[in-house]
């Protein structure tokens, strides 16, 4: 793990998903606010080898910068950033990363009830088990529709799929 900063940070658990964007602007935004640093947080698997270990941590750095890009527009000169990458499961890494101090800004993207079964979701890991406080960010009202809509489209395939077949 990265060697930091004494006090409190702000903590952003980084996904591109648009719940995971927002996210991520709210935590820049919070981190400037309160004048103190942001830690960018990618965590991500092993699959075995060195080579895929680098392989992960690069593509996991990439992505943090992929997400500022696409969420800020690149890294905001004004605030104080250092990206994170992790091998572990996101929920555990962000709760391992933050302190007590802290704040940890984590987006919630809804699952499909079948998911939810096999898988906890990361936000509601990082409510259960984080020693500082955690914001959940809701989706936003683009991001609820883009899903409704997503799921529209889903069912119509599959009713399409089934008379014609």
């Given at each position: ?86 091998l ?41 088990h ?36």
């Amino acid at each position: 793990m990265l060697a930091d900063s004494v006090g409190p940070r702000v903590i952003v658990g980084v996904s591109p998903s648009l719940t995971g964007l927002r996210a991520l602007r709210l935590a820049v935004a919070e981190a400037r606010r309160r004048g103190v640093p942001l830690r960018a947080v990618r965590a991500w698997d092993l699959d075995g080898t060195d080579a895929v270990y680098v392989r992960g941590r690069d593509a996991a750095r990439q992505l943090i910068r992929e997400c500022f890009a696409d969420a800020l527009g690149g890294m905001p000169a004004d605030v104080q950033i250092n990206s994170v990458t992790v091998l572990d499961r996101p929920g555990a890494a962000l709760v391992d990363y933050a302190r007590e101090d802290d704040v940890l800004f984590v987006g919630r993207t809804p699952q499909r009830w079948w998911r939810r079964l096999f898988r906890r979701s990361v936000a509601g890991y990082c409510v259960s088990h984080a020693v500082c406080p955690v914001q959940v960010v809701p989706p936003d009202a683009f991001a609820r529709q883009w899903q409704r809509r997503n799921v529209a489209d889903a069912i119509s395939r599959e009713l399409s799929e089934l008379t014609s077949g």
